[in-house]
């Protein structure tokens, strides 16, 4: 809304179409269309990042027509575009503008900076990067942050500071004007401000190495095990295909499934949709080796299984409080709330 906002003052409320790579989050094209913008799709290249030269034919072939690029970088794949220098310089030149989907930044805090990238808007999820546990159902908290172009333009009213404290200010003519929930999730805000204030520039960047040190240690012990679609050293997640499981028999899903026998929250299955079979495992800064070395044998223990017992995989959860659910079913007629069941009819 707020590079809306922006191409409409400049009078070029023509820009109408929104470029986001094909492993993007669902949110970034859910996002574009909300603003009533149309999404065009951006090919990967073989190293996992944005296909430069894919890039430039879409911008040839919408000329005046670009508003934005979304995108994140760290990418969903977990790694991090070495061309966004470019990407950025091709993208201003034809007048549109960069959104950076903040859902990885754990993986750069201290180390890089997106307004470094060439990034007008950003977002920062911080449910994912400050503390507050992702998934669940929430809380979700993402403020954002803009180059100075487009101050202007931001929601109001906006937090000022003067002699007698803090006190709302009036964002100005501009603004794209009040938003839901404006000031946020404050829970998850104060927290993340507490994680940031606690750590301090060392302490984040220390966060960040952690995380790419995790994934990286857990990417690697695994390969041999299951398939690694882009080959190269990831940033604080990385992407495995369970296209070798597959052909025994074994899906992403059953490998999931698996997991919860051991007491392990399973990966994200399925996404990015780029990648067959996905299980994308994010072990994040706070896990220790010896909880990485678990989940390790773990998995390879299940790679195993599923070579020569996939039966014991197609049936799991075994352990649990309830087997495997009818997840179709699930979707269709979901049941919220327990009830109690009716007593038996006395004589």
């Not at 803090?166 to 999730?185: C, H, K, M, Q, T």
């Amino acid at each position: 809304m707020i590079i809306k906002a922006y191409h409409t003052h400049r009078g070029e409320g023509h820009r109408d179409i929104v470029l986001i790579p094909d492993g993007a989050h669902g949110t970034n094209p859910a996002s574009a269309t909300l603003a009533d913008y149309q999404t065009v799709e951006l090919k990967s290249n073989a190293r996992g990042g944005v296909d430069v030269e894919h890039l430039k034919q879409v911008l040839a072939a919408h000329q005046g027509k670009i508003a934005a690029l979304m995108m994140t970088n760290p990418n969903t794949l977990g790694v991090f575009d070495e061309n966004i220098v470019e990407i950025a310089k091709l993208v201003h030149e034809v007048g549109g503008q960069l959104y950076y989907d903040g859902a990885n930044a754990n993986a750069i805090m201290g180390i890089t900076r997106p307004g470094d990238m060439g990034f007008d808007v950003v977002h920062l999820n911080l449910h994912k990067t400050a503390s507050t546990p992702h998934g669940g159902g929430g809380p979700g908290a993402g403020p954002i942050g803009v180059a100075k172009h487009m101050v202007p333009f931001l929601p109001g009213p906006l937090p000022a500071k003067g002699r007698q404290g803090y006190f709302w200010e009036d964002a100005g003519p501009l603004s794209i004007g009040r938003v839901r929930a404006g000031a946020g999730n404050f829970l998850v805000l104060v927290r993340a401000y507490t994680y940031i204030r606690s750590n301090g520039p060392d302490g984040l960047r220390h966060v960040s190495n952690s995380a790419v040190l995790n994934a990286n240690y857990v990417m690697r012990a695994l390969q041999e095990y299951y398939d690694l679609p882009f080959d190269r050293t990831c940033m604080h997640e990385f992407v495995f295909s369970a296209n070798r499981q597959k052909a025994l028999g074994v899906r992403a899903l059953d490998i999931s499934k698996r997991l919860l026998d051991f007491g392990v929250h399973p990966p994200t299955n399925y996404f990015p949709l780029i990648v067959p079979e996905a299980l994308m495992i994010e072990p994040t800064e706070t896990e220790t080796k010896e909880t990485l070395d678990d989940f390790i044998a773990i998995m390879k223990q299940i790679a195993e299984e599923a070579e020569h017992q996939p039966g014991l995989l197609l049936e799991a959860p075994h352990v649990t409080v309830v087997g495997r659910l009818d997840e179709a079913l699930a979707a269709r007629k979901p049941n919220l709330r327990w009830q109690p069941e009716p007593e038996a009819a006395t004589v």
